[in-house]
C-alpha cells in the first residue's frame, strides 16, 4: 500500500482483507498505537473509519511468505513476528469500487459529508500533525457516496507523541468539504462530546492497547493520555484558530468568530 509505513494488504483467517500496518514498520511502532487510540475515538463519537483489529502474523507464515517484509533503503527488512495493527478494507461487491478521490463536483453527494467537521474536532483535540485522510464508497443512495475516514497515524504529533497544534494539520486537501460549516452549531454533537469527554471511555481504550506495542513507554503513554483529556475543553478554540488564519476553510460561515 501507498505511504511511509510500508503497510501491507491482506487476508486474515475471518476472511476479511485488512491494511496491516508492521510494529517494525519504517515510521515507528507508535504509529499502531496512534491509529489503534485514534479509530476507537473515531468510533466511538460515529463517524465513519474502518473497524480494527489485531492482526497475528507467526514466523512460519512470513517464512512462507518472504514477499511480506519491509523495504529499507538498502536491504529489505524482516517483518517481525506478533501482533500488528489491521484496518479492515471495505467489504464491497463486486463492481463497487472504493475512491481515495473524488471530484469537488461529486462532494456534494457524500451522504455523511459533515462527518468531516466531526473528524475535524478529533484531529485538533489529539493533534493530528498529517492531512486527513479518507475513501469514498458508493451509498445505497443512487449516485452517492460514504467517505470513511482512515489513516490516523499522525496523531499525537506521530511518532513525537507531542501535541503539534497548527491550523494547517488535519485538514482534509478538499477544502470544499467544509463549505457546509455555518456556524458552532454544525460541529456537534462531536464538538460537546468531546468537550465533556468522559475518562472512563478513554481508559478502556488504553486497556485494549497490546502490551507489546508500548513496553518500556507504559507511563508515556499514560502522560499523553493525561494531556490528552487536559485538552478536551481547548478544542473549540483550535477549530476558532481556523477562523482567523489566512488557511481558513470555512467559505461559508455566518456564525460568531469566537469559540462558544
Known amino acids: ?17 485488512y491494511v496491516v500496518k508492521f510494529r517494525n514498520n519504517p515510521q515507528h511502532q507508535r504509529i499502531l498505537v496512534n491509529e489503534w487510540i485514534a479509530s476507537h475515538l473515531l468510533a466511538h463519537l460515529q ?21 511480506v ?19 479492515r478494507f471495505p467489504d464491497n461487491p ?22 468531516f467537521l466531526g473528524a475535524m474536532v478529533v484531529d485538533k483535540w489529539t493533534g493530528n500533525a498529517d492531512m486527513r485522510q479518507a475513501i469514498f464508497t458508493r451509498s445505497l443512495r443512487p449516485g452517492g ?22 491550523p494547517l494539520y488535519g485538514l482534509y486537501f478538499r477544502r470544499s468539504v467544509y463549505d457546509i460549516a455555518r456556524s458552532w452549531d454544525d460541529f456537534q454533537p462531536w ?10 471511555v478513554l481508559d478502556q481504550v488504553r486497556s485494549e492497547v497490546p502490551p507489546e506495542w508500548i513496553f518500556g513507554e507504559e507511563a508515556l503513554l499514560d502522560s499523553l493520555l493525561e494531556k490528552l483529556l487536559s485538552r478536551c475543553k481547548r478544542v473549540p478554540d483550535l477549530i476558532d484558530d481556523l477562523l482567523h488564519a489566512d488557511v481558513n476553510p470555512f467559505l461559508g460561515w455566518q456564525g460568531r468568530h469566537a469559540a462558544q
Open 1 to 17: 500500500m501507498r505511504g511511509g509505513a510500508q503497510a501491507h494488504l491482506q487476508e486474515c483467517d475471518d476472511g476479511h482483507l
Open 69 to 87: 517484509c519491509i523495504e529499507g533503503p538498502t536491504r529489505r527488512l524482516a517483518v517481525e513476528p506478533g501482533q500488528h495493527f489491521g484496518s
Open 47 to 67: 463517524i465513519s473509519t474502518p473497524p480494527i483489529a489485531l492482526v497475528n502474523i507467526s514466523a512460519e507464515f512470513l517464512a512462507r511468505n518472504p514477499q
Open 145 to 166: 457516496y460514504v467517505a470513511s475516514m482512515i489513516d490516523h497515524g499522525y496523531a499525537f504529533g506521530g511518532p513525537q507523541w507531542k501535541f503539534l497544534d497548527s
Open 191 to 200: 464538538l460537546d462530546q468531546v468537550v465533556c469527554f468522559s475518562r472512563g
Open 94 to 115: 463486486p463492481g463497487n469500487m472504493i475512491y481515495d478521490f473524488i471530484p469537488d463536483s461529486l462532494l456534494s453527494k457524500v451522504v455523511n459529508q459533515t462527518e
